[in-house]
């Protein structure tokens, strides 16, 4: 027979202990109220209305499944970045019929046009030149090769030279708009 070392037979009582079931739980799953399909008249209740607790949103964000601005800036905070909306007006850029909101994103800089819809960005993206987020003939007014995203009503222009961050921001918009 082995002997466990200290460490792992504690770490063996521990997790004994926790996956086991205490009285008081069981005990109060045997008073919840059910329903007559036998299930709890609380969980029933929740499932009625279409929500549960975990499920609300308290954000004023719409959820229409287009791109909004709030909705970016949460997207880009899930995704990791700290999110610094520049204060001045961002120029307008050629070959873009919206202005864009420029923010920085640690020492990056993001650009991000919102259309009021799929078919308006749709028509300015027949003119543009992807590689270098400009209109197609021109050359790039960038600081450097952008990485360029478009999805549903949104184009973003990303200046960096880190691949990685450059990756995650457009997993993080390539991931779509918040759905209704």
């Known amino acids: 027979m082995k002997i466990l ?31 007559s399909t036998g299930e709890s008249a609380s969980l029933s209740s ?19 499944g287009l791109w909004a601005t709030c909705s970016v800036e949460t997207r880009l905070g899930q995704a990791g970045f700290v999110v610094r909306r520049v204060t001045e007006a961002a120029p307008r850029r050629p070959g873009f019929s919206v202005a864009p909101v420029a923010y920085n994103l640690g020492r990056t800089r993001l650009e991000v046009f919102i259309y009021p819809s799929e078919s308006a960005l749709s028509a300015d993206m ?8 400009a209109p197609r003939g021109a050359r790039n007014p960038w600081l450097m090769i952008p990485t360029f995203v478009h999805t549903a009503n949104l184009a973003a222009v990303f200046l960096t030279d880190n691949a990685t961050q450059a990756e995650r921001l457009t997993l993080a918009l390539t991931a779509g708009a918040p759905q209704p």
């Not at 209305?49 to 308290?58: C, D, H, L, M, P």
């Not at 027949?126 to 590689?131: E, G, L, P, S």
């Open 5 to 35: 070392p200290g460490p792992v037979l504690l770490a063996l009582a521990v997790l004994a202990a926790c996956s086991r079931s205490s009285p008081d739980a069981a005990d109060a799953a045997a008073s919840t109220p059910t329903n």
């Open 46 to 64: 929740s499932a009625a209305s279409g929500t549960t607790a975990g499920s609300r949103s308290t954000s004023k964000c719409p959820r229409t």
């Open 126 to 133: 027949a003119r543009i030149d992807t590689v270098t987020a």
